[in-house]
């Protein structure tokens, strides 16, 4: 299986500007071949180190040039969210293009070594070839800063596997997202009965019937256009529009609901509909054992309505997503019907 982007992060380390430094000037100090050494030699040999050291320390953007360029467009959006994509562009120009040029910069002086006449000349040729050298990855510093900052977010995000078969569980805040995916799977994002409890993309895997499925909970969204949507809401987005799969909406029926039925539904069809493209939308109708009669009486019918207004709509029915055997019995219902039996 291919590895993951926060797997292969895991393996990048990027130095900070101070520390390709601190490595060159242990390197410098180091008196390797002692007094009786020639001077040429000695500044030759330095040189090198000082190139070898910074070529493998910055080695690391080969893997991260791979890594960025390879990377689901889903990670891609949630990278966005932190980061603009030009300045991690222009960060990984920068960083190789000093590799590029100390190389230029080594076999220049090098040949101006060899061809110094005197001491001094050589100390001063020496001395002028380790600033230019060293001033290249100075421009890089806060380069590489960020993308020291880029690698570690990498490393953080859920370990999604896009070519398995996933269910991304959206919905308003509060209608049991994350109550759902606990019951499936052996995932443990928080449940709280405040709004907006879940902050990040977390990830639980169900297994029926010897196939495994991603179960993704997604924190919870607003009725408005993604241009509008807080940094919170646009992880929600990012996992609807990019991450293939089917998508499980709830509704919260509940007198404790965060938005009315009306705007729940005008959630569905105006924000969810448009981010998902062709994805299926899966309704339910969550805390069937707490809320009024009337009220999911309304609610099936807010979802009907839906359904026959939508070609990507099903609505499944009630739920009780804090029940493992209810939320499973929905889970495998779209299982079924989406990947087959
Ligand atoms: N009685 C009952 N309570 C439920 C059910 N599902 C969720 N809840 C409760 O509803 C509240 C919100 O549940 P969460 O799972 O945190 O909801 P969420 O959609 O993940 O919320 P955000 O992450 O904040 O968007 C919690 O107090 C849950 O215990 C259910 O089926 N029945
Ligand atoms: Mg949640």
Request: proline residues 5%; positive net charge; aromatic residues 6%.
């Amino acid at each position: 299986m291919e590895k993951l982007p926060p797997e292969v992060a895991k393996g990048i380390h990027v130095p900070s500007y101070n520390e390709l430094l601190e490595r060159v000037g242990r390197r410098l100090t180091e008196r390797k071949g002692g007094k009786k050494a020639k001077a040429l030699d000695r500044e030759l040999a330095r040189l090198q180190a000082m190139r070898d050291i910074l070529i493998s320390r910055t080695d690391f953007i080969r893997d991260l040039v791979r890594l960025l360029d390879s990377m689901h467009p889903f990670y891609w959006s949630l990278v966005e969210i932190e980061f603009n994509r030009d300045d991690v562009r222009k960060a990984v120009s920068c960083v190789s293009k000093a590799r590029k040029m100390t190389d230029r910069m080594y076999e220049k002086y090098r040949i101006l070594m060899l061809a110094s006449e005197s001491p001094k000349e050589l100390a001063s040729v020496a001395r002028e070839a380790r600033g230019r050298i060293l001033s290249l990855y100075k421009r890089c510093s806060k380069g590489l800063e960020l993308l020291r900052q880029l690698v570690v977010f990498i490393q953080k995000l859920p370990g999604i596997d896009a070519s398995m078969p996933t269910v991304i569980v959206a919905g308003p805040p509060s209608s049991g997202k994350s109550t759902f995916v606990r019951s499936v799977s052996r995932a443990r994002p928080k449940v709280a009965e405040y709004p907006f409890t879940t902050k990040e993309i977390h990830v639980g895997h169900f297994s029926e019937g010897g196939r495994t499925v991603q179960v993704i909970d997604t924190p919870g969204i607003l009725d408005r256009d993604i241009d509008s949507m807080n940094e919170i809401e646009r992880k929600a987005a990012a996992a609807l529009s990019h991450l293939p799969g089917a998508v499980l909406f709830l509704l919260d029926p509940s007198t404790s609901a965060y938005m009315s039925l009306e705007r729940q539904a005008r959630l569905l069809a105006g924000t969810v509909i448009p981010l998902v493209k062709d994805k299926t939308v899966y309704v339910a109708v969550n805390k069937a054992d707490i809320s009024p009669k009337k009220s999911l009486e309304k609610a099936a019918e807010a979802a009907r309505r839906l359904e026959a207004e939508n070609d990507r709509v099903i609505y499944i029915g009630f739920m009780v997503a804090a029940s493992k055997e209810s939320a499973v019995k929905v889970l495998s219902q779209i299982i079924k019907s989406e990947f087959g039996s």
